[in-house]
């Protein structure tokens, strides 16, 4: 049971354990909570959000309100690490992690300057500190074991969909595959992951940061090749680039 005041990641599965939707999820007070889900045009997610909320529904009385029109969104990125979640009656702030997710009128957002960070500011952010975004790593293909979302399903919640499948792969030691950056130089497309000794197809590629002084990338890799610092060959449409694995996201909680 969430303590008002915090903020966690939460994402609900399917019977075979891959992530159907993926939010943070912000108490209030013991019987109110926030939802901060990530939508693209349309909030065809918001939907398929509901749609879950409803199938496991039964007899709890739950009512379901959206925030007011005319608020706005902007991150902060790098502020102190904490899982805190902080309400007003014109702000909400949802902190996991080095990043906050805020919500709040346009006109507070610039009297503070805060702003939207740009795709390429956010992209190289996520890359640097390993944190999977929907439409990238979070593909509805992947369990949260496999992206370092470990932190997303509540280890003493039992009778869940996909419930087996995690306990399972928790069990073996490693799910199938895993959430890794990879340091290289030249730029990056998406693409290809292999492994430079042997030239098989270990993975892919799903975001990527490039740098006049170095490029970076966040891929999914199989786990018979996680390991630090092993060689690999991003392979694109059009090149071939040498490049290392560097950071392995962790698949289970600290």
């Not at 006109?107 to 929907?134: C, K, N």
């Amino acid at each position: 049971e969430l303590q008002p005041g915090t903020c966690v990641p939460a994402c609900f599965l399917n019977p075979a354990g891959k992530i159907e939707s993926f939010f943070l999820l912000g108490c209030e007070t013991p019987d109110h909570y926030w939802l901060d889900l990530e939508c693209t045009e349309g909030k065809p997610e918001r939907t398929h959000l509901l749609t879950l909320l409803d199938r496991y529904i039964f007899a709890e009385k739950i009512e379901i309100l959206e925030t007011e029109n005319g608020w706005a969104h902007a991150w902060e990125l790098d502020v102190s690490p904490s899982d805190a979640f902080v309400s007003s009656a014109d702000c909400l702030r949802f902190t996991h992690g080095p990043r906050q997710s805020v919500w709040t009128t346009a006109s507070r957002l610039r009297e503070w300057g805060a702003r939207a960070p740009l795709t390429g500011e956010m992209e190289a952010y996520r890359v640097e500190q390993l944190i999977p975004a929907r439409g990238h790593e979070i593909d509805g293909k992947g369990s949260p074991l496999e992206v370092g979302l470990a932190d997303a399903v509540a280890p003493s919640k039992g009778c869940y969909p996909g419930q087996e499948v995690i306990e399972k792969i928790i069990s073996l030691g490693s799910p199938a595959k895993r959430l890794v950056q990879i340091e290289c130089h030249g730029s990056v497309e998406l693409g290809e992951i292999q492994d430079l000794a042997t030239g098989s197809v270990i993975g892919k590629i799903t975001t990527f940061a490039n740098a006049p002084n170095g490029s970076k990338a966040l891929g999914i890799v199989r786990k018979t090749h996680i390991q630090k610092d092993l060689e690999v060959v991003l392979k694109t449409s059009t090149q071939r680039i040498h490049g290392r694995i560097k950071a392995v996201a962790p698949f289970q909680t600290p």
